[in-house]
């Protein structure tokens, strides 16, 4: 694996792009598909190199944050907006491939395996054929502490500025011993003793979230259909009222 690839891909004309690795691109970011997706969903979002954002301070949220503070917060703002649209997309591809929608997950690394700031935009699932250790399932959990929500992150910049200073340090020793705690569900809270016992766990905890979201759409179909054929019978019934009125009028 090349692990500068995200920072080439930072540099590059996002017109020299195969389709099978960009998704989108605007004046400040590139999407791009996660070569190792760990959901059903799974994309990376990435701040362009720029004469006003060099690549040595892109190289990590770390980096961004120890730099000028209003710098990185408008990094991190416009980041925030481009996945807000991207969400919007995969929303859309989750109705039209299953029939509903579910979460959205929007986060950085605290201690990234690869240079280049990378923001991770990928459906609340974790099923995947990548899903293969610890260190990948913990390194997406949402509440274990590696993976960090970009609004926490946000949140940060309005904090004290010792608290501001407290968190951005980013220790990775820190963080990284996050990664061999032990596995639990991110929907239930219960303790897997393997990936194998834990990737069929999440395969249960997927049928039961998609049976229950097809249920409501469906009983939502029936009401609107119910709601529609009274309406129309009610309108018939009122055209036949002023239809009456009408002959006995003449």
């Known amino acids: 694996m090349n692990l500068n690839v995200l920072r080439t891909y930072a540099l590059k004309d996002p017109a020299t792009f195969p389709s099978s690795v960009l998704f ?13 997706p760990k959901s059903i969903f799974h994309f990376l979002l990435l701040p362009r190199v720029k004469p006003s954002l060099n690549a040595d301070t892109l190289t990590s949220l770390r980096t961004l944050l120890r730099g000028d503070n209003e710098h990185a917060k408008k990094v991190i703002i416009s980041l925030s907006e481009d996945a807000a649209t991207l969400r919007k997309e995969i929303e859309g591809e989750m109705f039209k491939r299953y029939g509903f929608k579910w979460g959205i997950w929007t986060g950085f690394h605290a201690a990234p395996s690869m240079p280049h700031l990378h923001l991770h935009v990928l459906s609340s699932d974790l099923r995947s054929d990548r899903m293969k250790s610890k260190k ?20 940060w910049f309005d904090a004290e500025e010792s608290y501001f200073s407290m968190k951005a340090k980013l220790d990775p020793k820190h963080y990284e011993a996050l990664l061999k705690e032990d596995l639990v569900c991110f929907h239930c809270g219960s ?7 834990l990737k069929a766990h999440l395969d249960e905890e997927w049928d039961r979230i998609a049976s229950r979201e097809k249920g409501k759409l469906d009983r939502k179909r029936k009401f609107e259909e119910k709601h529609t054929t009274k309406e129309g019978a009610s309108e018939q019934a009122d055209s036949k009222r002023l239809k009456s009125v009408s002959d006995d009028t003449e």
């Open 24 to 36: 989108s691109h605007s004046s400040n970011s590139l999407v791009i598909y996660d070569t190792y």
């Open 191 to 197: 303790s897997m003793k393997n990936i194998p016992t």
């Open 136 to 155: 990948h399932y913990n390194s997406f959990h949402p509440k274990a502490g590696f993976f960090l929500d970009i609004d926490e992150v946000m949140s």
